[in-house]
């Protein structure tokens, strides 16, 4: 079973997110940055999942396979985490009584982010193992899935984090775009006495961004934690549930093409990423401050091609003798200055004196080298 569209558009995902990254960071905004960094890695695993496993579910490479079973433990949580640092940081702008932020506040707004986006990730990760059956699945065309034991502490501890944390970021976007609103005709003069890095098409675009997250998001994960309350197992015992821990199933692509709401479980969540990926970067990968960005990625590119062309050239020979008289240098002990290239250039022809004069005019004085007049009088063709 292959799903080109996923490697392609996973693969894709992975490069435009990343385009905007170092603006966000010029700016501090932090909880783009980790939204940046939590879409970057699913796409990865899935670009690369897809092509290890692209006609296999055999247990070919254990380790990624462990790897990307955590962060796709980790991943709906903080794409959900860094949507809330994005809705809380807007509506602190658009609901802080004071015109100024204090440098303090920023530095513990951003340690909450650090914390939320990372910290909280982890500790699903965490809590998954719990109720993590065994190693692996390896779903052929997809690669490796993580298994749950469906129970109401799978309920608890993996399926109900990121619509919660979804819900409260709902409650800060309506708040930020409450304020925007009421707020709307001094609110350009608040962004830039905030120092907040953001000016009202940011903002707005922020918005529009957590907003259509938030869209996608919410109902994929409440969707998710309907279907696992729906076919919940009792839960035994520890023992019982890791018995076999370290098993890994290999599941046919035949399967699930059997079962078409396997396949669309399956593929949903993966595609889901993708397109936020796309999302993003609509709102930020082709505003007019990235557009400026890129233009200046290709001016400093075009430098330092023209670097490397003249680094080239300067390390040929500066000419070729012709016709008449020229000047050269050869290594050796004896310097060179202007003095002596006027005695040794004086009885050079007239018509040849200026152009042997700009022909060595890169030597430095006092530079360890002599001259050597050279009369030309005959060229052969």
């Given at each position: 079973m292959h799903d080109l569209g996923l490697t392609i558009f996973s693969g894709l995902g992975m490069v435009l997110v990343l385009l905007p990254l170092p603006m966000h960071l010029r700016a501090g905004n932090a909880g783009t940055v980790f939204n940046i960094a939590w879409l970057f890695a699913g796409n990865l695993v899935f670009f690369v999942n897809t092509i290890i496993w692209w006609d296999s579910d055999a247990n070919i490479a254990p380790v990624w396979c462990d790897i990307s079973i955590k962060i796709l433990n980790?991943?709906?949580?903080?794409?959900?985490?860094?949507?809330?640092?994005?809705?809380?940081?807007?509506?602190?702008?658009?609901?802080?009584?004071?015109?100024?932020?204090?440098?303090?506040?920023?530095?513990?707004?951003?340690?909450?982010?650090?914390?939320?986006?990372?910290?909280?990730?982890?500790?699903?990760?965490?809590?998954?193992?719990?109720?993590?059956?065994?190693?692996?699945?390896?779903?052929?065309g997809y690669g490796c899935l993580y298994p749950v034991w469906s129970s109401w502490l799978a309920v608890i501890l993996v399926f109900a984090w990121p619509p919660i944390i979804s819900l409260v970021s709902a409650v800060y976007g309506v708040i930020a775009i409450r304020f925007f609103l009421s707020r709307r005709l001094q609110f350009q003069s608040l962004l830039k006495s905030s120092h907040s890095g953001l000016d009202t098409s940011q903002y707005l675009r922020l918005i529009c961004l957590a907003g259509t997250e938030l869209v996608i998001a919410l109902p994929l994960n409440l969707w998710v934690l309907a279907a696992n309350v729906s076919t919940l197992q009792p839960w035994t015992s520890w023992y019982e549930v890791h018995y076999n821990w370290s098993n890994i199933i290999s599941i046919p692509a035949s399967y699930i093409s059997q079962a078409p709401s396997l396949a669309v479980a399956n593929a949903v969540p993966r595609y889901l990423v993708t397109s936020s990926s796309i999302v993003f970067f609509i709102f930020f990968g082709v505003s007019e401050d990235a557009m400026g960005e890129y233009i200046r990625w290709g001016r400093r590119a075009s430098t330092g091609l023209a670097r490397i062309r003249s680094g080239r050239q300067q390390s040929l020979p500066a000419f070729a003798p012709r016709l008449g008289s020229t000047v050269t240098t050869a290594a050796g002990p004896i310097s060179v200055d202007q003095q002596q290239f006027d005695n040794k250039s004086r009885d050079l022809d007239e018509e040849y004196r200026q152009r042997s004069y700009d022909d060595i005019a890169t030597l430095e004085p006092n530079r360890p080298g002599f001259a050597i007049a050279v009369k030309v009088e005959r060229e052969v063709v």
């Open positions: 980790g991943l709906q949580v903080g794409l959900s985490a860094s949507v809330l640092c994005i809705n809380r940081r807007l509506a602190n702008i658009a609901t802080s009584p004071n015109v100024v932020t204090a440098h303090r506040r920023k530095r513990v707004d951003l340690a909450i982010d650090i914390i939320l986006c990372t910290a909280v990730p982890g500790l699903a990760m965490v809590c998954a193992f719990v109720v993590q059956p065994h190693r692996a699945n390896i779903l052929e």
